[in-house]
């Protein structure tokens, strides 16, 4: 009885992992992360992206079987596998080029690859909001004219969000709200839509309570889980991998945390590992299985 692991979500092009990239992914696999999502933010680093699945994203390699006997919560031993996935993040798009959009197609058309990370952001003090919905729809129209999975980003912006989903074109097989931080009120009409929910080990924090009353009521196959590495770090406590930044001695969050979040996400909805671990993998699947 062997668990893998799928991140919906991470940054492992991050410059903050200084270079160490190759070194967090062999922790990975150690860890049985099968699969990783990772999202770019802006034309400056869809080319580490593209890097990173050109050398990490292939499926022909062989797996390393669990040894004779291993049960319980014994993880099977695959590469890691990054999918990549294109877009402009809210925070960056006031960097994009004139050329911003046929950048982003001609990076789609290099590799398999998902859209994202894009979004809405009235959170992020002195952010302009002009500009964000045009950007954000012409994404999002990308993805539904491919059915490409897309990973979505949203702050102070839910309502907004919602009408814009409604009244634009959608990718056929869904989109993935990552770290769903809206209203519980609002899961249904998002999920009614082809939404996805990834549960961040950032809200097993304490203070994140509202949060996690929230993911009680995703549609079991419509959960997904992430790390969002380097970023939104587990409570210190429950980290598997503490990492910090090389540059400043920051505490970063190392994507091998993946099964930390699993056994959070675990507690959070009462069921055995192995059986989130299954639905989890299901709905990954699903929405991220790319030709």
């Known amino acids: 009885m062997s668990l893998r692991f799928y991140d919906a979500h991470n940054h492992l092009q991050d410059e903050r992992f ?31 992206v593209l890097a990173l699945a050109e050398r990490f994203g292939r499926d022909a390699f062989h797996r390393v079987p669990l040894s004779p006997g291993e049960v319980g919560d014994a993880v099977e031993r695959v ?45 992020k003090p002195g952010l302009p909001y002009d500009g964000q919905e045009e950007v954000f729809v012409t994404q999002l129209s990308i993805a539904a004219e ?28 869904g989109f993935l709200l990552h770290s769903y931080g809206g209203p519980r ?24 309570e509202r949060q996690r009353e929230t993911f009680l009521h995703v549609p079991a196959d419509r959960l997904l889980i992430e790390t969002d590495a380097p970023d939104q770090s587990l409570p210190s406590a429950r980290e598997r991998f503490p990492l910090t930044d090389a540059a400043n001695g920051k505490p970063l969050n190392h ?3 993946l099964r930390a979040v699993y056994e959070f996400a675990a507690e959070l909805f009462s069921e055995p590992m192995k059986t989130l671990a299954d639905r989890a993998e299901q709905n990954f699947l699903r929405l991220f299985s790319l030709a």
Not at 18 to 34: K, S, T
Not at 80 to 93: C, D, E, L, N, Q
Not at 149 to 162: D, E, K, N, T, Y
Not at 189 to 199: H, I, R, T, V
Request: proline content about 7%.
């Open 18 to 48: 200084g270079g160490r990239q190759a070194e967090l992914l062999a922790a990975c696999e150690r860890e049985g992360v099968a699969r990783m999502v990772v999202n770019g933010s802006c034309e400056e680093d869809w080319t580490q």
């Open 79 to 123: 590469p890691t596998i990054v999918i990549p996935s294109f877009g402009y993040h809210p925070w960056y798009i006031g960097e994009r080029t004139s050329l911003w959009r046929e950048n982003l197609i001609r990076f789609l058309d290099e590799v398999p690859s998902a859209v994202g990370e894009i979004g809405l952001d009235r959170w």
């Open 146 to 173: 491919r059915n490409l999975p897309v990973s979505i980003h949203c702050l102070q912006a839910w309502g907004r969000m919602l009408e814009l989903l409604k009244a634009s074109p959608r990718p056929a097989r």
């Open 185 to 208: 009120e609002m899961v249904k009409a998002f999920a009614d839509l082809g939404a996805y929910f990834s549960l961040p080990g950032y809200y097993a924090h304490e203070r994140k």
């Open 255 to 257: 994507p091998a945390n």
